[in-house]
């Protein structure tokens, strides 16, 4: 899953702009990107998932990914940093 292509989406009145990770013609997004397309704050969505966990609604195992994430380090100059964002897929 970590060599998925980013896609950008743009809604159909240029509202909207996403980049999102494609694999097998699933769209995976992560909380802040849900809440932009949702047009929610990002507590609202991850309470909206964690209740579909918790009420069976959704598996996690099925609808969770950990994408790996590098991002200049904020300390040292000239250095990056790794760091893992849960991704989920909307097709369940």
Known sequence: MNNCPVVLYTAPDGS??????????TVWLNVEQMAMLFDRD???IGKHIRNAFREGE????EVLAKFAHTTRHGAMEDKTQTSELD???LDR
């Open 16 to 25: 909207t702009q996403l980049d999102v990770k494609l694999e097998n013609e």
């Open 42 to 44: 990002r507590s609202v």
């Open 58 to 61: 959704l598996i996690k195992e």
């Open 87 to 89: 991704y989920y897929n």
